[in-house]
């Protein structure tokens, strides 16, 4: 089935630093594609805020590319 609307990608907060931002950037740029990325972010409280990320981060869904991402965000909640 292709992947319709933007690919999400779901953070929260406490993980969200620099250094996760970019190791986010750099497995995005390994999948370039036509679909938007958007960043959903959770607070504390259960509320989110939606990050559109630019065209330059647009992607070709994969369950290769689910997997890095589960990776590097599962790395980040390990060390929040």
Do not use: W, Y
Request: aromatic share 2%; glycine share 10%.
């Amino acid at each position: 089935a292709a992947h319709t609307g933007p690919f999400e990608v779901p953070v929260d907060l406490g993980m969200l630093s620099d250094s996760l931002l970019e190791e986010l950037k750099s497995v995005l740029e390994h999948h370039k594609g036509e679909t938007d990325v958007r960043l959903t972010v959770r607070n504390g409280n259960g509320e989110t805020t939606i990050l559109q990320c630019g065209e330059a981060f647009r992607v070709r869904p994969s369950g290769r590319l689910q997997s890095e991402l589960d990776h590097v965000l599962g790395a980040a909640a390990l060390a929040a």
